[in-house]
């Protein structure tokens, strides 16, 4: 029987730090008029993310009550995801963070150091007692506006600053304005660990693209790992199946997550699904006061698509070596309940399957079904095929195994 996952959180030190940054040293609740301005300023940024070619972004990275806005709502909500895709790395033998004692790290399109930070809170804070391993970070950040930038650089020495890091851990953090499009914007023969793209790539296209992509891949170290993030939107999930076809079709990179093989998506030609996860947590205060003003509904979780790329020769179902790797699923929904009957989307990088279990079927083989959550990686055997489902009968066995 599955355990309920842990939801992830932030650490009440980068919470504080981000209210600090943000000038809300006494909280929200006492003050009506800071929440309804900060709450329009989220609504304008989301606004802009639906029409980004409409934005002038410029001036809004300069807008004092949306860069407030962006630390206190969407750098929390972005950072989070990176906890479970470094868990997944680990957990398939690709990259563990843990196992570490040297990292570093680039993160383009970094804005205010999101991921970076990201990286610091799950090594640091997350309750590792693993940290104490890791014993120095080097991150570099690459945006081209200088104001994010000096936000991220304020950020990562605040949240680096004497006494907050675990003992014997240092961190150096480097940051160079440029745009990722530009041809040599790495200019350095340097390798890194872990590439990290949240947000941005998605929101790129043009000739320059394809060459932005192979200088990631030539500047991913030969054990590294490039993560690649985005909001969890039909549009940024397109997009994103755009690039990794790139990826797979003009490098040397191999897909690792969420795919379970790198064959042509199911999803290519869908118009009406979309791949993408649903995070839990535990959402930091301002998100939940934003929130309820808004009636936005980040506090019932976070959708998100992703992609991880690793250069060694990882054999995804290694894990899975004792089972037969075509009984092996990634679930792709959340249990969609009916009368008498649940219903679930599976995955395996080839094909989706509708898997159904009525409810006078349900029983000891098959009882991890109503647990199944997206990200799943799940066992089914003995499903029969319909005209538009797979019919899981008493006998059937689903089984979540990570
Ligand atoms: C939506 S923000 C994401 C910030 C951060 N990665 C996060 O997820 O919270 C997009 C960032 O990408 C930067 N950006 C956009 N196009 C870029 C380009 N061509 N080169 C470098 N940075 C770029 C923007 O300045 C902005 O800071």
Redesign the pocket.
Known sequence: MKKKRKAVSLSPQLEQLLSSNAGLEDGLRTNKKLLQDLAGAVKALSDA?VEPEKCD?KAL?KNTAAVNA?LLY??PV??VKLFPLLDELAKGGAFDVAQRQHMSVL??????G??MLGLLEYICRAGRPEASFVESISLTG????KD?LAAADRLIRQYCSPGCLPQGMTVTASFRQ????SPD?LNSPELFDIIIA???LA??QGAALPSCLSALTEHLAPDGVLII?DPGTRRAAQRLLELRNMLLQHTELRLFAPCLCAAACPLQDDSGQWCHEKLFWQPTEAVRQIDGVLGFTKEKGIKYSFLSFVKKDVDRLSPYADLAHENIWRVGSYVIKNKGEDRLWVCNGRERLLLRRLERNSSETNSDFEQAERGDIVFVDGAVPRAVFHDLPKEAVFRIIH
């Open positions: 993310y972004w990275y962006y969407y750098l972005n950072l993160d383009i399109g970094c804005g205010p999101t991921f690459i945006d081209r506006s994010n440029g745009s990722v499009l914007f949240g947000n941005v929101e790129l993030i």
